[in-house]
């Protein structure tokens, strides 16, 4: 048993096929299906399964990658005690962030760094998916910023690591002449028969808009469809449609809009960081998550000062 196969079969389970797995690690589908066959030699119990036409892990091959993450973390343990003993340069680090975090943090983050020792070389990018989808990009990148509704199914646990950065509402936008725009805060029943602007199917806010309908007894007119936060609010502010918003990250953007705290609805979302628990022992990694850290407060504290 290699440490090489134990990584294979843990990228399995998180990305679920052969030639995902494949396009990950830069070899061919057909090396990882070698690798798969000459770790089953050592065991009795079977690791893996068909459905349908991909290759999935079994009950078996779960406990083998959770006990093999183990493993390749203590390595990586290791190697970082010789890094630190031996005081490397700092490496390259990767960070994605969904769309409204990057374009609030990511300035932030590199002005932060500049004032650190030894700076990383950090290599930015942005992904637009879905909550659930999330955890699999740590495959592709050493820091994950993530979003997820506080009532919604938490992280997976195993080989994933998650750093909370921060616990960001979302409030009603209004534009400044709206006649709810008087009130301190807002109630389901206030704003379910307005019109909205909110995001696609499957992304957040438009799963908030289902507990707003559900809470006010009435559906929610949807008119306008859009992820990006920056266009929502310039639509608010016409006037043609109201929508919910972060209340941190969004900043600039909400200029000439009021935000009001909704209450009944859990609209709440943790902002945090998803890792693979080895990674963490990288100095590199390390000093962009304090600087992260540090960016993300300040995020915060400007938000409630705007309020």
Not at 78 to 105: D, K, L, T, W, Y
Not at 130 to 143: G, M, V
Not at 190 to 212: F, H, K, M, N, Q
Request: with cysteine; net charge negative; hydrophobic share 45%.
């Amino acid at each position: 048993m290699e440490i090489y196969q134990l990584e294979i079969l843990r990228e399995l389970g998180t990305l679920g096929s052969v030639t995902a797995v494949a396009e990950s690690l830069h070899v061919t589908p057909s090396a990882v299906s070698q690798q798969i066959t000459a770790l089953q030699r050592e065991f009795q119990a079977p690791l893996t399964r068909r459905d349908g036409r991909t290759l999935v892990l079994t009950e078996a091959g779960h406990a083998l990658a959770h006990a093999g993450s183990a493993v390749i973390e203590a390595l990586a343990a290791a190697a970082g005690a010789v890094e630190a003993f031996e005081q490397e340069p700092a490496g390259i680090v990767r960070v994605c962030g969904f769309h409204s975090a990057s374009q609030a943090i990511f300035g932030a983050l590199l002005a932060e760094l500049r004032s650190a020792d030894s700076p990383p070389a950090l290599r930015l990018s942005d992904e637009d998916v879905s909550q659930e989808d999330f955890p699999q990009l740590t495959a592709h990148y050493d820091l994950v910023l993530a979003h997820r509704l506080e009532h919604s199914p938490p992280w997976p646990e195993s080989g994933l690591r998650v750093i909370r950065l921060a616990q960001e509402p979302l409030d009603v936008a209004l534009p400044e002449d709206h006649p709810l725009a008087a009130r301190e805060s807002l109630t389901a029943a206030d704003v379910a028969g307005e019109p909205w602007v909110t995001s696609r199917a499957g992304y957040s806010p438009d799963d908030l808009l289902g507990a707003i309908a559900a809470v006010a007894d009435r559906p929610v007119k949807v008119v306008h469809r859009i992820n990006d936060y920056g266009s929502v609010a310039a639509i608010v502010a016409t006037g043609d449609a109201i929508g919910m918003v972060p209340r941190y990250t969004v900043g600039s953007a909400l200029a000439g809009l009021v935000l009001r705290p909704l209450t009944g609805v859990n609209a709440t979302r943790t902002i945090d960081l998803l890792t693979r628990p080895e990674t963490m022992h990288r100095r590199s990694v390390q000093t962009t998550v304090q600087a992260l850290r540090t960016a993300m407060g300040r995020l915060v504290r400007a938000g409630e000062a705007r309020r």
